[in-house]
């Protein structure tokens, strides 16, 4: 499990092209996420962690969101994307480890989580919750999937159960929606949580 700290493993997994999670598309449940979303949101400030090919960010910046933040591991999926969208803001795409971004330098109106949390060692789930809740605004959202099964390997996805999360993120969080998304990809059905929470004050 310790590989998955390293930023060579995910390179490389770009590079063979071993990227399973890699749907080839907006996630369903995202997409519907951020169809609704009011004209006034497009200039909040959100966050994609463990982006990797981005499709997400790209939609959102296709719909006229101006200030999204993409931030990945690996060089690969990030000079893939900037190549797709030339003029997305160079600044905003960030190859870094996620665990290391500074509250003191980012924050969010809201986060998007979309097969990052299932990537990392499950050793610091405790440690990516905290760290959500640094980067997020007072009342800011974390918003996105959790896988809701168990794979049983030591390399990622790594699974879970709602429960687990209930527990590890009310401490910092307010659940506002923790349900089994009924939109999913078909390859994911019945297998996602739909998550949307406030960081507490």
Known sequence: MEKVNQAEFWQQRYETDSIGWDMGEV???????????????????????GAGNAYEVGYLREQGFTNVTLVDFAQSPIEAFAKRYPDFPAEHL???DFFTLSPEQ???????????FCAINPLR??????????????????VGLLFDKA????????????EEYQQRFQPHFEIEIM?????????????????QMRVKA
């Open 27 to 49: 996630s369903p449940p995202l997409k519907a996420y951020i169809d609704q979303l009011p004209e006034s949101a497009k200039a909040q400030a959100i966050l994609v962690p």
């Open 94 to 96: 960030i190859c870094a």
């Open 106 to 116: 980012y924050q969010f109106d809201w986060i998007l989580e979309q097969t990052f």
């Open 125 to 142: 789930r405790d440690e990516y919750v905290e760290q959500m809740a640094a980067l997020l605004k007072p009342n800011g959202r974390l």
């Open 151 to 162: 794979f049983g390997r030591d390399e990622p996805p790594f699974g879970g159960t709602k």
């Open 179 to 195: 349900e089994t998304s009924y939109n999913s990809h078909p390859a994911r059905q019945g297998s996602e949580l739909f998550i």
